[in-house]
């Protein structure tokens, strides 16, 4: 029903920036109650950030507050994760998907790999 296209991830130093996009298109797609997710490498996947509702309020996991930002823009159909003052810890593939209980999210996207290495 929703097609998901994540990219931006690649190979980037402790400290720096990455921008990860999200294309999301469907039938039945909206662009309200999106989230970015990552699975580290051995490691359940987990939620990272949020957007929600029409006024689009964020809500963030506490290992990456301060430092991540989501946005989107409506008229695109697209979801931004901003990510500042990366640290290896933050390595693992991230995913962008539907907020909601993440054992019921029935369909995932390729992914983009973000790896945080000296």
């Known amino acids: 029903q929703v097609q998901l296209v994540e990219s931006g991830g690649g190979l980037v130093q402790p400290g720096g920036s990455l921008r990860l996009s999200c294309a999301a298109s469907g039938r039945f797609f909206s662009i309200n109650d999106m989230a970015w997710y990552r699975q580290a490498p051995g490691k359940q996947r987990e939620l990272v950030a949020a957007?929600?509702?029409?006024?689009?309020?964020?809500s963030y996991a506490d290992s990456v507050k301060g430092r991540f930002t989501i946005s989107r823009d409506n008229a695109k159909n697209m979801v931004y994760l901003q990510m500042n003052s990366l640290k290896p810890e933050d390595t693992a593939v991230y995913y962008c998907n539907k907020g909601g209980a993440i054992h019921l999210i029935p369909y995932w996207g390729q992914g983009t790999q973000v790896t945080v290495s000296s």
């Open positions: 957007i929600t509702g029409l006024r689009g309020v964020t």
